[in-house]
């Protein structure tokens, strides 16, 4: 069974910092693009990061400057730093990817079931 797994969210003081881990695990033969999302209460989910297999980044304006997302290939992980946090950071994270799988040429989209992220003021 294919699945992206997130881990380290958790309630933290404005202010403070979260790192966020996801691993794939399955029949995953490699990871193409990588990313982080998040959806507030009553809002649309957004992007927060992404990151291609060759490293090159891409963040939302209201995170840039504070978070930072990374990845090992090798462990077909990615991370999300998460520093200087803010209320308005509250949400759910999603990790995302495109996963070539064994027995497909094309890659898959998938979702992991979100950790969620809560910052006190």
């Known amino acids: 069974q294919v699945q992206l797994v997130e881990s380290g969210g958790g309630l933290v003081q404005a202010g403070g910092s979260l790192r966020l881990s996801c691993t794939g695990s399955g029949t995953i033969v490699s990871i193409s693009a990588m990313g982080w999302y998040r959806q507030a209460p009553g809002k649309q989910r957004e992007l927060v990061a992404s990151i291609t297999r060759g490293g090159s980044t891409n963040y939302a304006d209201s995170v840039k400057g504070r978070f930072t997302i990374s990845r090992d290939n090798a462990k077909k992980t990615v991370h999300l730093q998460m520093n200087s946090l803010k209320p308005e950071d509250t949400a759910v994270y999603y990790c995302?990817?495109?996963?070539?799988?064994?027995?497909?040429?094309?890659?898959?989209?998938?979702w992991g079931r979100g950790t969620q992220v809560a910052v006190s003021s």
């Open positions: 995302n990817a495109d996963l070539f799988i064994i027995g497909r040429m094309t890659p898959i989209n998938y």
